[in-house]
Structure formats: C-alpha cells, structure tokens
RNA sequence: GUGGCUGUAGCUCAGUUGGCAGAGCACCUGUCUGUGGAUCAGGACGUCGCGGGUUCGAGCCCCGUCAGCCACCCCA
C-alpha cells in the first residue's frame, strides 16, 4: 500500500491526533503547575545563531549537537539545542525594565542531533522554568516545589518519582576536605555520573585508574553515601525547611551523587528521576545558575530554573498507565444526514446546536445510517441525531444516546437541552 | 561519533537445510432502501525496508545503504 512515501526527516516527530492528544495533557499540566506559581508565558525564536551557543565557552559540545546550516544569505543558524542562552540574551536586553523577582517558564520545540533511540529524538518539546533575582535556598525550594506539583498533578507518586538534591558548594567543601583539587574536579564529577551505571568495584577499579589515590577514593565513597550530609549545610538545612513549609518534602531527598554538568550550575542542583520501573531515568534536572548573565554581558543577575523533556514523560507516564483515555472528536454529537433530501435540515439542525455552545459534526453526505453510526461509534461521540421524513414532519429530531443505546424523539427546540442532560449524566 | 540487534499485509508477528507468501487483530461486504458496538458468513490485502551480488532458484546466504531499537558517548 504505502509505496514510495518520502520519508520524514531523521529523529524527527509526527503527532497524529491521538500522541497530540498527549502532548496537550503534558502541556496543560506544564502550565498549571507554572501558573499557580504565578509564573508567566514567554517564548524565544527557534531559529538563533550559532554564536549564541558558542559564547559560553568550553561547550563545544553545543557545535556538534546542534542543528545548524547556512541559510540562503549565507549566515550560519542553528535550530536552537536549549533555551537558557536565549532567556539570558532577552533578560539582558531588558534588564532594567523587567520586575524582579522574574518568574518565567516556556513550553516549545527543540533540536538536538543525536544519534536517535527510545527516549531520545532529535526533535523534542522542552519545559523550561526559571526564576530570576534572588539569590535563596527558598527560590531554589519554590522551583522544586513547582516540579513537584507538576509530578503529583500527572499522578506520579512519591514513590514512582522522586527529585534529588544536592548543592554545587558544599561538594566543592568536601571535595576540598577530602584532598581533591580543583583541576580534578570535573573527572569526579564524571565519576560520580557513572557511578550508578556501574558495578562497585569495577567503578573503583576504574575511579583508580583515573588518577584518584585511595584515600582520595576512599573520602569521595564515603561522601556520596552520607545521607546526613546536607545537615552540614546552611542553604540545604533552609532549603530543607522550605520545602517542609511548601508541602512537597515527600518528593524529596537529598542525594550527594546528583552533580549535573559541572561549569554550568553554581549552587543547589537537582534532578528528578521515575523510579517506577528497572531503570532509574531522569525526568527532568536544573538547579542555580547565578553567572549567566554576566557571561552573555549582562550586569550579574541570579537565577535558577529547571528543564524538562516531553518524551520521558510521555514514556513514563504511559508505563504508570496514567496516560488519560484518548477522545477522538472534540465533538460529542454528530448530526446525521438522513437523504440528499434533508442534507440542508441537518446543516441546519448543527448550526442551532453550535449556537447553543455545543461542539457539533454534521456528517458530509448521506451515506447509509449505519455506516453514519459507525463513524459515530468509531470517532468515540456520545449522542447521534437522525433528522429523517418522520421527525422533520412532526418538527422532531431523534435523539439516540450512544452509551446507553437508548433513544427518544425530542421537540426540536428542546434538543439542546436534551443533550446537554444526556451529557451531563455521564 | 563507536559497537550490536532488528526490518515480511494497516498493526503485532510466524515463515523449516535456499524450493508456490502465512496467522491473529484491524479493514471491506453481507437476505434492495431508518440505527453503531457483540457473534456468524464471505472478501480484499504484499516492491518480504531499499540497492547490488551468489544460485537453476533468495523472505532466508554475502556486500552496501536507509530506518528503528539496545549499549557506549552525551545530557545544555
């Protein structure tokens, strides 16, 4: 059958109605969560330039992950791999007339090139959330109470989605108490990305090869199985409380092994994971970010904020059953067309009832009834009208309730209300 | 970017040592003219991902390529 269809591009998604569907639930959910914070919708252009991304230096991984081409004026642009560059150039040009403390957050599309497989595309829709101004663990504790109300909302449990914290300083005092310079500071931090993907002593074994001597290793172990560690901690200790006050504690833990890409964050990380399942994968991640500004040029401003990516959601939420039943027709009700002969009484017959506010499809042409009904039943709709010889001469309409099977003749001018009681019962 | 697995009907898949292309589900039609879902009866459905090679003969073997998946890598 499908023959010779140009296929669509390398990692990139198609939404048929029914994954559309799901994306709008993950993006009503995104919203609510955002605006009961009282955080406001904002947007930056998909298309940048390359420089935008190169500016932060050391992330050459930026040049190879991003989408870019020469456009036909021979500029070289980039389908932007991630947001934050743009919030920070949009803060910067305005900030002397933005509100602080600013609370923004975005839903869109982005791109990365990466070698596509479950859970990755190359094309993804991303939330991005962020607070700029204070510079407290309360702001760092209101973005993780805000993922967790987003988790909650989509029904993920404590028990199937917990967010991990940790601080950038304080490992930064105990690496230093420990013995481990500054300059091996991002080799352990791989190490402890790597920790959870591998076996104990292999992952010794290969902490040693990397250049830490035992006792190095030995501090850094004991380190990340301190539980107790974020006691040690002022801001963790406030943002602890904060998040006690703020009712979301439950989501929450602390975790010495979350570090999240070290150049990037400046003080609380954290990291959401779906532990629901085998493997442990993360959900969404941000943390406190207070040099971006100043690097793009702007005078120095705090942030924090968190990202999150719609196909771990979408995957997870459909592994924990929660995704909601899909509804074909927005329309519950569909006017069938009896005859040629009363194609115009039906037409009509929807035209009142959208004018009663209901959400209505006329069949296109007369077709057999029970192909109609078919379609009906098929389309998931609740009511079916039949505008026929019998019901136009008595000035009715049949009214067949299609959960029910049940069905009456209504006078034509209660039919709105007819069905709005059919609907309203169910 | 590296390594591996997979690709057969709309979907999920079977297909023996190389010998006529299969099943289930879905789809279409059912006693001539006003009623969907369930059952029954009948029917249609294939570039075996694509290109090349070996062979009397390839879905099956070999090479290449594309796509999906898995592990690396990375996760802004």
């Known amino acids: 059958m ?10 990139t998604r198609e939404f048929y109605p029914e994954e559309m569907a799901l994306r709008n639930f993950i993006y009503e959910k995104v919203r609510r969560a955002s605006q009961q914070f009282g955080y406001q919708e904002w947007e930056a252009p998909y298309l940048e330039t390359l420089e935008l991304y190169a500016a932060k230096s050391g992330e050459e991984l930026v040049k190879e992950q991003a989408f870019t081409f020469v456009d036909r004026g021979g500029s070289r642009v980039t389908l932007r791999p991630e947001l934050t560059p743009s ?18 957050w975005s839903f869109g599309p982005f ?17 991005n959330i962020d607070m700029l101004g204070p510079d ?19 029904g993920l449990s404590p028990g199937q989605a917990t967010i991990y914290v ?5 490992m930064d005092s105990q690496f230093d108490a420990i013995g481990i310079p500054a300059e091996s500071r991002l080799l352990v931090s791989n190490l402890v990305d790597r920790r959870n993907k591998m076996k104990e002593d292999a992952w010794q074994t290969y902490a040693l090869e990397a250049g830490l001597n035992r006792s190095q290793l030995g501090g850094l172990i004991a380190l990340l199985e301190n539980k107790d560690l974020w006691k040690e ?35 609380t990380v954290f990291e959401a994971f779906d532990v629901s399942g085998s493997v442990r994968r993360s959900l969404l991640g941000g943390g406190r970010y207070n040099n971006l500004l100043a690097d793009v040029g702007g005078d120095p401003l705090s942030a924090v904020g968190f990202a999150m990516g719609d196909v771990v959601v979408g995957i997870v939420l459909a592994e924990n059953g929660l995704i909601p039943e899909f509804e074909p027709s927005p329309a519950p009700v569909l ?34 009834i029970a192909n109609q009904f078919k379609f009906a039943n098929k389309m998931g709709m609740k009511i079916a009208l039949i505008l026929g010889a019998i019901e136009v001469e008595s000035g009715q309409v049949a009214v067949k309730d299609l ?15 007819r069905i709005k009681q059919i609907l309203a019962s169910e």
Request: proline fraction near 5%; aromatic fraction near 12%.
């Open 2 to 11: 499908a023959k010779n269809i140009i296929p669509s591009v390398k990692g």
């Open 87 to 104: 919030l920070a150039r949009m803060i910067a040009k305005k900030q002397r007339q933005l509100t602080y403390p600013l609370r923004w």
């Open 111 to 127: 791109w990365r090139y990466e070698r596509p497989q479950k859970g990755r595309s190359r094309e993804f829709f991303q939330w």
């Open 136 to 154: 407290t663990p309360e702001a760092d504790a209101e973005l993780i109470a805000v993922a967790a109300s987003f988790l909650k909302s989509v």
């Open 166 to 170: 940790n601080n950038r300083r304080l």
């Open 233 to 267: 901690w002022e801001d963790l200790r406030r943002l602890f409380t904060a998040l006690d006050a703020l009712g979301v504690s439950e989501y929450v833990e602390f975790d010495a092994n979350v570090v999240r890409g070290l150049l990037y964050y400046t003080g």
């Open 335 to 368: 006017v069938t067309v009896f005859s040629e002969e009363f194609l115009a009484e039906s037409l009509a017959l929807s035209a009142e009832l959208r004018k009663a506010g209901l959400n209505v499809t006329n069949y296109p042409e007369p077709a057999k």
């Open 403 to 417: 959960v029910s099977g049940e069905q009456v003749n209504v006078a034509r001018a209660d039919v709105p209300e």
